[in-house]
């Protein structure tokens, strides 16, 4: 079974401070992506990566910025956090480049910025 | 930019009584994959769609895709306490790189 897992399920940062939300995938996965989920809102697509050191804009690309140094591992950074990006941040993953492969996601981290 | 409207936003049924939750675009659609999302938990994966008019069924879910390719359905049938959640259509983006995920359809079931 894929397993993807995120670093935190609960996170509290202050305004202001970079904060740092890190996915992993087993399975050799070459797409991973970043969602954050809010109530009515959906999933919206922040991030995602295809490849080691490669990456594409999402939906909502503004204030986040990702890394991606190695395969299993997928990183969001929010690099000064403000009120307005506490939400549900979902990682997932898929077998390769394209929208045809189903994706697996992480149990999510619930970041609250104060 | 590409969007795909999922209607309702809510559904609350009674259980035994069926439930349908649509997914539309002004756009034609490569593709469509429906995904659960139970309460507390994390979006998982049901089916994909990619024919035009293909239907597919899964014990008590039906899953369309209309014949110009631009909506898709799932139905459930008899609903269950099982099926509370969240399910999320989506489409995959014009690149083919990524999905497009409706804002999702909530129901809750009554005993």
């Known amino acids: 079974d894929v397993k993807v897992t995120q670093s935190s399920r609960y996170l509290v940062k202050r305004t202001g401070e970079k904060v740092f939300l890190e996915c992993v995938q087993d399975?050799?996965?070459?797409?991973m992506f970043w969602y954050r989920q809010d109530p009515g809102l959906g999933l919206r697509l922040i991030y995602f990566s295809y490849d080691v050191k490669m990456k594409e804009k999402g939906d909502i690309p503004e204030g986040y910025s990702v890394s991606r140094e190695k395969k299993e591992r997928f990183s969001l950074i929010l690099e000064s956090a403000s009120t307005n990006q506490t939400s549900m941040y979902l990682c997932a993953s898929s077998l390769r480049r394209s929208s045809y492969n189903e994706q697996f996601f992480g149990p999510g981290t619930r970041l609250t910025v104060l | 930019g590409q969007q795909v409207m999922q209607i309702p936003q809510y559904q609350h049924v009674q259980e035994g009584e069926d439930f349908t939750t649509y997914c539309n675009s002004s756009?034609?659609?490569?593709?469509i994959q429906w995904y659960k999302q139970r309460p507390g938990g994390h979006p998982v994966f049901l089916i994909q769609?990619?024919?035009?008019?293909e239907v597919k069924k899964q014990k008590r879910l039906t899953f369309q895709f209309g014949e110009a390719k631009k909506n898709s359905s799932l139905h459930i049938t008899a609903t269950q306490t099982t099926d509370v959640g969240t399910y999320f259509c989506a489409a995959g983006n014009q690149a083919g790189t990524a999905l497009i995920f409706g804002k999702g359809t909530t129901l809750s079931v009554s005993s």
């Open positions: 769609l990619v024919k035009s008019g």
């Open positions: 756009t034609t659609l490569s593709n």
């Open positions: 399975m050799d996965h070459e797409n």
